[in-house]
């Protein structure tokens, strides 16, 4: 067996030696699957919470209103407790998850969540802040508010991230946490869901533990993220080449299993199949009779409606425009009407006057007395009224001034009638015009159609087309058999694909399977002194396997996990926790950041003294590293009240809240 501190010149060597391969194609096949030696034993990590601050307004409760309240951590065992239930520990706590998760808004109850107009998360990630926020108008329940990340620099922020909350948000933060302590997305590959990949959202879940649960470490049973989980934050050398090597095998093997096999001969039947179809065509073709040739046929059809369509709309021009004319016409012909009227009654009422300034009465109208014919002799040459001997002004013949105005308006809108009578004339022959042409149009579209109707060539181009398409289809069967073919060769030539990669997964686990087991053997141990002092009735063994799963010996009766009380589970999983975090300080080394969040320990039916042991372990694990950061939420008792520091404590008294 190999030492866990092989180089990567000496893993290549063993794999090769197991593989019965030359060293370079070793190489080259562990290339091509991306499996890489990382024998590196990691430097410890750290995660702190260094404040939470939450702002909004209360609706529906006691103590409705704005608020607005900055919660302050740092090293050690912080409490945050309340006299009563439903006062908001399990709101901050899933804050505190959710900002380090990038999904605050996922980690609030929705009627919190409409409360809140901004949440605030700032962290430390191996001594370098990080803050998320989350702004939104209060009252709103819609989850589309505005999210920010940004790492600290310089005495500022440098924005990582800024936008809508959701995955972009939660990718963000998942890149940089996993740059910060190291981590890699592990793959992994099973039945059910083919090939995936597990990150920064996974890992974080182990910091958190809520509740009776599934799975001891995390979250998740898939995949054995439990165990993957524990030999990645206890920083295992070799594990994640083991897991590259173990998924690219399993994606390998089921690739293998899931290819078709090509059926015997196939290709040569499909090339028989091509040569009847050519047969076939060639012969169809040849009973092709000389005529015109129906794709020009469909050409010309194309082209003809195209004309008949111009040949529609240049009739709807020329009705336009010779209904214009036509309007125009009316209008000046009714003019020349009025202008004509106006033109003879002012020549009637001059010759009117002229009649009645020639009369010569003998007598007076009045009194019927004699007028001497002398007396008009007289007034004509005086210029006065023989009648009245009014003096009568020099006739100007202003009727006359104005008969030749009159005149000159009757001959413009004479000579305008007659030129739109002209233009009248001409728009109707052109929409005459038109209206035959595209009679004509009509009458070649219809030739033109009903030639492409012909049956004969129809059913014969039908078939053509038909023999047309199985040739074409027959080709691509036959370069898709090409291309299996192909593949083929070249599964051929990665033949050794297989033997490299369970080699290297069976070199691989070697090397860090006996540190593996002394980690395993160190942490089940302290599960199950832990285990103990927190309650657990009549445990005797707790062996947490390389398998992934614990077997538990419970008075003289072999159990598992998933067979415990919810009491018992839940500590459990905070035995676990707390392990993996001594264990990993007891060796020096690990990448566990030191972060443990435990929401409602005493829940789960846990007595007063089982849960001043539990506490009494979190204390002992603070004090022994002062790295260590524990948040408890819980309601107020004085077994938790007299370990937590006092200035340590979040104090809700009575019915007040939180926040």
Request: glycine fraction near 8%; hydrophobic fraction near 40%; charged fraction near 25%.
């Amino acid at each position: 067996m190999m030492s866990t501190q092989a180089t990567a010149a000496e893993w290549i060597e063993a794999i090769a030696g197991k593989a019965s391969l030359p060293a370079p194609v070793v190489q080259e096949v562990l290339d091509r699957h991306a499996v890489e030696p990382q024998s590196t034993l990691p430097r410890r990590k750290s995660l702190r919470i260094r404040s939470v601050t939450l702002e909004g307004v209360k609706e529906g409760t006691v103590a409705d209103g704005p608020f607005g309240r900055t919660f302050t951590f740092g090293p050690g065992l912080w409490a945050i407790v309340s006299d009563q239930n439903f006062r908001g520990k399990s709101t901050l706590l899933g804050v505190i998850q959710g900002g380090i998760r990038g999904d605050i808004h996922e980690r609030v109850k929705p009627d919190v969540w409409r409360w809140l107009s901004k949440a605030e998360v700032v962290f430390e990630a191996n001594s370098i802040g990080h803050r998320l926020l989350v702004t939104k108008e209060a009252g709103d329940p819609d989850k589309g508010a505005a999210g920010s990340f940004s790492r600290e620099q310089e005495g500022g922020w440098f924005t990582l991230y800024e936008g809508t909350v959701g995955k972009p948000l939660e990718r963000a933060v998942e890149d940089a946490m996993l740059a910060e302590f190291g981590f890699a997305r592990f793959h992994a590959h099973n039945e059910k869901d083919g090939s995936h990949t597990h990150g920064w959202p996974v890992i974080a879940s182990a910091l958190f533990v809520d509740g009776p649960g599934k799975a001891v470490f995390g979250e998740l049973l898939v995949d054995a993220i439990p165990l993957r989980l524990l030999q990645m934050f206890m920083g295992l050398p070799w594990v994640s080449t083991y897991t590259a090597a173990a998924t690219a095998l399993k994606r390998l093997r089921a690739t293998k299993a899931e290819r078709p096999t090509a059926s015997r001969g196939l290709g040569d039947r499909l090339r028989t199949r091509l040569e009847a179809v050519d047969a076939s065509l060639s012969s169809a073709r040849g009973r092709v009779r000389p005529g015109p040739d129906r794709a020009v046929l469909r050409a010309t059809m194309l082209e003809q409606d195209r004309r008949l369509l111009a040949l529609r709309e240049g009739i709807e021009e020329t009705r336009q425009e010779a209904v214009r004319v036509d309007r125009q016409l009316q209008g000046a012909t009714t003019l020349l009407l009025e202008t004509r009227r106006a033109l003879q009654q002012l020549r009637d009422e001059r010759a009117a006057g002229v009649v009645l300034r020639t009369l010569r009465p003998v007598c007076c109208p009045s009194c019927d007395a004699g007028i001497d014919h002398n007396r008009h002799s007289r007034a004509d040459e005086g210029s006065t009224c023989a009648l009245c001997g009014t003096r009568q002004a020099p006739d100007e013949d202003e009727d006359a001034l104005l008969l030749e105005e009159l005149q000159r308006d009757v001959d413009d809108v004479e000579a305008n009638v007659a030129e739109l009578s002209a233009q009248a004339t001409e728009a109707q022959a052109s929409q005459r015009g038109a209206e035959a042409e595209l009679s004509k149009a009509i009458e070649a579209s219809r030739v033109t159609e009903a030639a492409l109707r012909a049956e004969g060539s129809a059913d014969l181009e039908m078939e053509i087309r038909g023999l047309e398409a199985q040739r074409e289809q027959l080709l691509s069967l036959i370069a898709a058999e090409e291309e299996v073919e192909e593949k083929e060769e070249a599964a051929a030539t990665g033949a050794h694909d297989e033997a490299v990669l369970q080699a290297a997964e069976e070199v691989t686990k070697d090397l860090y399977d006996g540190l593996a087991r002394e980690i395993l053997a160190d942490v089940s141990r302290e599960i199950t002194t832990l285990s103990r002092s927190f309650g657990v009735q009549n445990i005797e063994s707790m062996d947490w396997g390389t398998g992934g799963a614990m077997r538990i010996v419970q008075g003289k009766a072999p159990t598992s996990f998933g067979r415990l009380s919810p009491g018992e589970n839940l500590r459990v999983r905070i035995a676990a926790a707390l392990a993996v975090i001594e264990v990993a300080r007891q060796r020096m080394y690990g990448r566990h950041p030191g972060l443990l969040v435990l929401d409602s320990p005493g829940a789960q039916e846990m007595a007063p003294a089982d849960f001043a042991a539990l506490l009494s372990r979190v204390h002992e694990a603070i004090q022994s590293a002062g790295d260590i950061q524990i948040i408890v939420g819980a309601r107020a008792d004085p077994t938790l009240l007299d370990v937590v520091p006092c200035d340590h404590v979040t104090h809700a008294h009575g019915e007040r809240f939180l926040f």
